[in-house]
């Protein structure tokens, strides 16, 4: 735990001086207003005719209340949700290979496996803050633009959604992470997780996406009896093992790869 501890302290001051961490804040906060915004064009027709292909998108958020503006936010986490925490495991891990200070960490007097360990921690708070600001901001702009249809039952539903998306989401960070070790740097990681989004929605299409671990997290924001859209008790296990495995193998490569 010492060595973690250390580790830990010495990631925190890393990502306080970056401005890496200010950006992902940043993005994360637009993401829901611009929802917000298209929310307040479909609310309002008239406008939406003169802004054209606004309006027009608009018209694809369906209903224009609570119930669709919560649907709207859960598929964020889902989708621009895992690109956002990729791009963040894809940061942690591959700018000790791209800004050349992996020999200085691996220099540390604490293990690689507690080095390892204390960036996915920082991994997971940093991801549940941004999950936080676009779950708080979305609320904010919702109540700002006067959205109908508000009730308890949908509030309760959506905070549910959104934090067990977010974990689900969170749990497919350590295979980028493999690949951001594996490939040296971001490139690799990014590339992983561009193909595994494209992969996940013809997947989701065909029904199989309970059982592809890219596919779960937007699997269970589907509403209610959508067909082939239902998670299964084996779509856990999978999604769990997926973790498992990236976490091993992550690692494995820090502890036994050559470096040099």
């Not at 919560?70 to 591959?94: D, E, H, K, M, N």
């Not at 769990?240 to 790869?257: D, K, N, P, S």
């Amino acid at each position: 735990m010492k060595d973690i501890k250390a580790a830990f302290i010495s990631e925190c001051i890393k990502l306080r001086r970056s401005g890496i961490f200010w950006i992902t804040v940043i993005i994360f906060i637009i993401i829901p207003l611009m929802m917000g915004l298209m929310m307040f064009v479909a609310k309002n027709p008239e406008l939406a005719a003169k802004l054209g292909m606004v309006g027009t998108k608009s018209t694809l958020f369906g209903r224009n209340d609570w119930s669709g503006f919560f649907g709207l936010l859960i598929q964020a986490i889902a989708t621009i949700g895992y690109i956002g925490f990729g791009f963040v495991t894809s940061w942690i891990f591959g700018r000790e290979y791209s800004d050349r200070t992996l020999k200085d960490i691996l220099a540390l007097p604490v293990s690689r496996s507690s080095i390892v360990v204390s960036k996915f921690i920082v991994i997971f708070f940093w991801c549940a803050l941004l999950t936080i600001l676009l779950y708080s901001f979305g609320l904010l702009i919702g109540w700002f633009i006067d959205i109908s249809g508000w009730s308890e039952e949908l509030f309760s539903q959506f905070t549910k959604k959104t934090f067990s998306t977010s974990f689900l989401t969170l749990l497919l960070c350590t295979p980028v992470a493999f690949f951001a070790s594996y490939g040296r740097g971001i490139i690799a990681p990014i590339g992983f997780l561009i193909i595994t989004l494209i992969i996940a929605q013809f997947v989701a299409i065909v029904g199989l996406g309970p059982y592809f671990p890219w596919a779960i997290p937007g699997v269970a924001t589907a509403p209610p009896g959508t067909e082939g859209m239902q998670l299964v008790p084996v779509s856990y296990i999978i999604l769990v093992l997926t973790c498992i495995l990236g976490f091993a193998g992550t690692v494995a490569w820090w502890r036994y790869a050559d470096h040099h």
